[in-house]
């Protein structure tokens, strides 16, 4: 576990959230369907406890159990939690990154810690890079979070 603390570097939740499974997890940052910030704290039955930051301070709220809010009364609102499906990383294939940017994926190196997955990006003088990435997207150090790969890319 040293070794891949060692090549990918941790990022900071709250600046740079990762992509969530279809499930909320308490001690994890999540954003609302009006992009605020939504720690949850515990589950409780069908209810998620935590606390939304407005205003330049954590607010104690609560959810229902599918990131639903609570007050919503079962309507859609603009605090409802927003889940983004886990990305699949395949060989061959266009991602996009943190600020837009278009990625390849070359191939894979299945059970590489230090390069388990590698391609190229393409920087903003138009020319194209090589990067490396963990298996979960995120962009293996001294590079920055933001050529981290979040989303298949999309020419629409």
Do not use: C
């Not at 990762?18 to 992009?35: F, H, L, M, S, W």
């Not at 039955?45 to 229902?64: C, R, S, Y």
């Not at 890079?129 to 989303?151: C, E, F, I, M, Q």
């Amino acid at each position: 576990m040293k070794d891949i603390e060692y090549y990918f570097k941790p990022r900071k939740q709250i600046e740079f959230p990762t992509r969530r499974g279809e499930e909320i997890v308490p001690n994890n940052i999540y954003r609302t369907k009006d992009g605020q910030r939504v720690r949850i704290y515990t589950r409780e039955g069908d209810e998620l406890h935590g606390a939304i930051f407005v205003n330049n301070h954590w607010q104690v709220d609560t959810w229902n159990a599918n990131g639903t809010y609570l007050k919503g009364q079962g309507r859609p609102h603009e605090r409802d939690i927003i889940l983004s499906p886990t990305l699949k990383i395949e060989s061959n294939k266009l991602y996009k990154t943190r600020d837009g940017r278009q990625a390849k994926v070359v191939f894979i190196n299945k059970g590489s810690i230090s390069d388990p997955v590698v391609g190229f990006i393409q920087e903003k003088d138009g020319f194209w890079y090589h990067r490396t990435w963990n298996d979960s997207g995120l962009v293996k150090r001294p590079y920055w979070p933001n050529n981290d790969l979040v989303a298949e890319w999309s020419n629409a």
